[in-house]
C-alpha cells in the first residue's frame, strides 16, 4: 500500500474513533442547539415591547400635571401611565403590590417602593416644575405663547465627531467571538492528538501499529483526522451561529456580509493554527507513558496559546496598538489576533502576508521538529522522555 493511502487509513481510523467518542457528540449536540437558540431568543427579547412606567398622583394635584406628565414623558423618549388614587394609603398600597412605579404625593414628594430611578425621578420633577410655573405665569395674566417662551426647553442640538458604524462594530464582535472559538478548537483538538498518542503508548498499540507503518505517517494520520474533525465541528458552530444571526433580526446589520467572510477566516485560520500546534501536541504527548502525566506535559503548548487569546482580547479593544500589532505577525498567535485586527479594518495588506507565510513557515518547521520528537520518543515507555533524548533518540 502507498504511503499516503496508509495515512489515509489512519486519519480515518482517528477521524471515526473521536467522533463516535460520548464526550464529543453531547458537547457538539448541546453547543449546536444552545448556539441556534441565541438568535431566536435575541429576536424575542428584542422585538418585545417595552411596558409603559405607571405614574400615580395622590393628594392634592396640581392642574395640568397629568397632560405635563406625558409631554415629559416624550421629552424623556419614556412611555408611561398615569393612575389616580384618592388617599395616601392606597397609593402605597398600590405602589407595593407592584401596580404602580412611583406616587407623586401632594404636588411635591415622590415616592417609590424600594429603590427610585433617576430618570424617572427627572421626569416628574420636571413635570411639577413646569406645571407650577405655567400656573402662576397664567396667573399673572401672560398668554400661552409667552408662557411657552418661559417653561418650554431650548432645543440642544447632539451631534458627534464620528459616527458609529454598527456593521463595522458587528464584524469585529464575530472576529472576537471567532477567535474565542480558535483559542478553544486549537486547544481542545491539539489535546486530542496528546491523549490519543499517550492512549496508544500506554496500551501498547503502537507498537503493533509500527510494525506497518513508519512514525511520520502514524502522526501525520493523527493529526489530519483530529484536525478533519475539528475542521468539521467549526462548520457546524459556525453555521449554528450564522443561522442564528439571521434569526436576531438585528438592525442596520448585514448578516451575510458579516457572517460569510467572519466564518472564511476563522476556518482559514483554524487550520493554519491548528496545524502549527496539533505537531507541537503530539510531540509533547509523545514524551510521557501514562495519562496522569500528560497535563503537565500540556503546559507547554498551552503557555504559547493562552498569550494569544489575551492578546486577541487588547486587539478587539485597540486594534492599532503597538502589543496586538506585532503580535498579529508573529506564527504562534498570528491566528488568534490577525483575524481581529482584518475585521477591525487595521490590517494593512503586507501584514495579512507576513502572518500567513510565517505561520506556515513556522508550521513547517514545528512538523519536522514535532516528527523527530514524535519518533525518538514514541515507543520509549516506562516513565517520561525529556525532548532532548527523544531528539537525539530519533537519529540512534
Known amino acids: 500500500m502507498k504511503p499516503w493511502s496508509q495515512v489515509a487509513l489512519l486519519a480515518k481510523r482517528e477521524f471515526l474513533e473521536r467522533a463516535r467518542s460520548k464526550p464529543f457528540l453531547i458537547t457538539m449536540s448541546l453547543l449546536t442547539v444552545a448556539i441556534l437558540a441565541i438568535g431566536p431568543v435575541i429576536s424575542m427579547l428584542s422585538s418585545g415591547e417595552s411596558e409603559a412606567t405607571k405614574i400615580g398622583l395622590a393628594g392634592e394635584e396640581l392642574p395640568g400635571i397629568e397632560q405635563e406628565l406625558y409631554e415629559q414623558a416624550v421629552l424623556f423618549d419614556m412611555e408611561i401611565e398615569v393612575d389616580r388614587f384618592s388617599t395616601r394609603a392606597e397609593a402605597e398600597t398600590a405602589l407595593t403590590d407592584g401596580q404602580v412605579a412611583v406616587v407623586l404625593v401632594d404636588r411635591t414628594e415622590i415616592v417609590f417602593h424600594t429603590s427610585g430611578s433617576s430618570q424617572v425621578t427627572g421626569l416628574i420633577h420636571n413635570a411639577v416644575d413646569t406645571t407650577l410655573k405655567t400656573n402662576a405665569l397664567t396667573e399673572l395674566g401672560l398668554s400661552d405663547d409667552e408662557i411657552a417662551l418661559v417653561v418650554e426647553p431650548v432645543p440642544v442640538e447632539v451631534t458627534t465627531l464620528e459616527e458609529q458604524n454598527a456593521q463595522e462594530e458587528a464584524k469585529r464582535g464575530a472576529a472576537f467571538v471567532g477567535a474565542i472559538f ?131 482580547i487588547f486587539a478587539a479593544e485597540d486594534p492599532d496598538a503597538l502589543l496586538p500589532t506585532v503580535a498579529s505577525l508573529l506564527p504562534p498567535w498570528a491566528p488568534f489576533v490577525m483575524p481581529v485586527r482584518i475585521a477591525a479594518g487595521s490590517a494593512q495588506p503586507w501584514e495579512v502576508v507576513v502572518a500567513v507565510v510565517g505561520t506556515v513557515l513556522g508550521a513547517i518547521a514545528l512538523v519536522w521538529i514535532g516528527s523527530r520528537v514524535y519518533s525518538g520518543a514514541l515507543l520509549r515507555t516506562g516513565g517520561k522522555t525529556s525532548l532532548r533524548e527523544a531528539w537525539k533518540a530519533a537519529v540512534e
Not at 201 to 224: A, D, H, M
Not at 236 to 246: K, P, R, T
Not at 262 to 287: D, N, P, R
Open 182 to 312: 480558535l483559542y478553544i478548537s486549537i486547544i481542545m483538538f491539539g489535546q486530542f492528538v496528546a491523549m490519543g498518542t499517550v492512549e496508544e503508548k500506554q496500551n501498547r498499540v503502537v507498537e503493533v501499529i509500527l510494525s506497518r507503518v513508519r512514525p511520520w505517517q502514524v502522526l501525520v494520520g493523527k493529526v489530519l483526522g483530529i484536525g478533519l474533525l475539528g475542521l468539521m465541528q467549526l462548520i457546524v458552530f459556525a453555521g449554528a451561529a450564522y443561522v442564528s444571526a439571521q434569526f436576531a433580526d438585528l438592525t442596520d446589520i448585514d448578516v451575510a456580509a458579516i457572517g460569510l467572510p467572519v466564518i472564511a477566516s476563522l476556518l482559514f485560520w483554524f487550520i493554519l493554527g491548528y496545524t502549527f500546534y496539533a505537531f507541537l501536541y503530539a510531540a509533547v504527548g509523545s514524551t510521557v507513558s501514562r495519562q496522569e502525566d500528560l497535563q503537565g506535559a500540556l503546559m507547554l503548548p498551552i503557555a504559547l496559546i493562552l498569550p494569544g487569546y489575551l492578546l486577541a
